[in-house]
């Protein structure tokens, strides 16, 4: 993400996380105000998919073939302990 866009969306949060102090929300947590910004506005995680997915298909394009599954998922069955499959 560009630091111009970053720069707007936090301003643009603080005023969302502002309006809603004013308007009876002082009861919300942070991670309950962050969600329902996300909610409102899932165009920002959009971009973000977006931009990943490029970069995916930009390393495949460029010969990367990605690792296999069977090894991606032992790796996060034994980040997470979770019994093997």
Known sequence: ???AAT???LRA???FVGEKLKNGGAGLSPEEALEEWREQHPEV???DDTQAIQAALDDMANGD???PYEEVMAEIRAKYGLPPQ
């Open 7 to 9: 720069n707007d969306e």
């Open 1 to 3: 993400m560009k630091p």
């Open 13 to 15: 949060f603080h005023r």
């Open 65 to 67: 073939v990605g690792r």
């Open 45 to 47: 995680e959009f971009e």
